[in-house]
């Protein structure tokens, strides 16, 4: 199985997002559901099983199982299937290239993804994906650049 490029995933439904959660627990935290379910604090990890089967996590769940995954796939569906884009709250430090050279790179996968798409040689969800991770690393880069006249303190 090919692994998941996650900084420009995008899940497509809400069990989706939710394996996508498991997956990166498992593939970058080496966490399996029964740790998720443990760090959440649940006293069955049946229960999350049954939460990711039927994709009916209670709203109370999304924060904790998120936390415990290290990753927001269940939010960032739920702002995209409410028509929102999520954007990382500005620290206000000064973008490095590598930064510059990701919104770059991604604004490139956009406009390919739109040609393919009007040529017919992709689909809807990755046309979509592809822009909207575009439209999400511009915003984010907008609000550093309003932000950087007062910087948070580096408290690490």
């Known amino acids: 199985m090919a692994r998941?490029?996650?900084p420009t995933y995008r899940p497509t439904s809400l069990q989706d997002a939710m394996e996508a959660c498991v997956e990166f627990a498992r593939e970058r935290h080496q966490m399996s559901v029964d740790r998720i379910a443990d760090a959440m604090g649940m006293p069955s990890k049946y229960t999350l099983y049954k939460y990711i089967e039927s994709?009916?996590?209670?709203?109370?769940?999304?924060?904790?199982?998120?936390?415990?995954?290290?990753?927001t796939y269940v939010t960032q569906h739920l702002a995209a299937s409410a028509r929102?884009?999520?954007v990382d709250l500005p620290t206000g430090r000064k973008a490095t290239a590598t930064d510059i050279h990701t919104v770059q790179a991604a604004c490139t996968r956009a406009i390919g993804a739109l040609?393919?798409?009007?040529?017919?040689?992709?689909?809807?969800?990755?046309?979509?994906?592809?822009?909207?991770?575009?439209?999400?690393?511009?915003a984010r880069e907008r609000a550093e650049?309003?932000?950087?006249?007062?910087?948070?303190?580096a408290l690490t």
């Open 84 to 86: 929102k884009l999520l």
């Open 115 to 138: 040609l393919s798409f009007a040529d017919g040689k992709a689909d809807a969800p990755q046309t979509i994906s592809a822009v909207t991770d575009a439209i999400e690393r511009l």
């Open 145 to 153: 650049v309003e932000r950087h006249s007062q910087p948070e303190l």
């Open 4 to 6: 998941r490029n996650w």
């Open 55 to 71: 994709a009916s996590i209670p709203a109370r769940l999304i924060r904790p199982f998120e936390a415990a995954c290290h990753c």
